[in-house]
């Protein structure tokens, strides 16, 4: 065996996968006393109704520098949005499992970290939706982009 295949082979083992994700813009109605939640939820692909309940909610914030977690974006539309509502122009996400960075859809849809180190690339896509209820609630949610990167997502 040539040392390049048994190189190429440890480095296939070794290197971390790419970490493919959709991120839906959500909301979550309470059928008991009809508050709301919105949120961003994130998933390996398009969710079934067992993703959407056990999934992470990430809290939507227009500021999420320094310390403050969540997800604020530019032309993400709402849940109930149709796929032509979403035009996102720019994502920041900061969070403990997910990192701090940003998708700019100028750069050719790059995700870059706080040190300006390319982490990923996103695309918009509005294209997917989840209509979910659970007898405590009804889940609703439209996704806004489809990203891969090195990032270990959870």
Known sequence: MHASTVLAALAAIVSPALADFYLYAGTQSST????????????????????????????????????????RCKGCSSAYGSEDMVKVTELEMNHADYGHWTFYADRGGDMVDLDGNLVGNCVVDGSDGYTCTDGMAGYSGRSQLRCTTGLIIP
């Open 32 to 71: 008991i006393d009809g508050t709301t939640l919105d949120s961003f939820v994130p998933f390996t692909g398009p969710p079934d109704c067992n993703d959407v309940f056990n999934g992470p909610i990430l809290t939507p914030s227009s500021d999420v520098s320094g310390n403050k977690r969540g997800v």
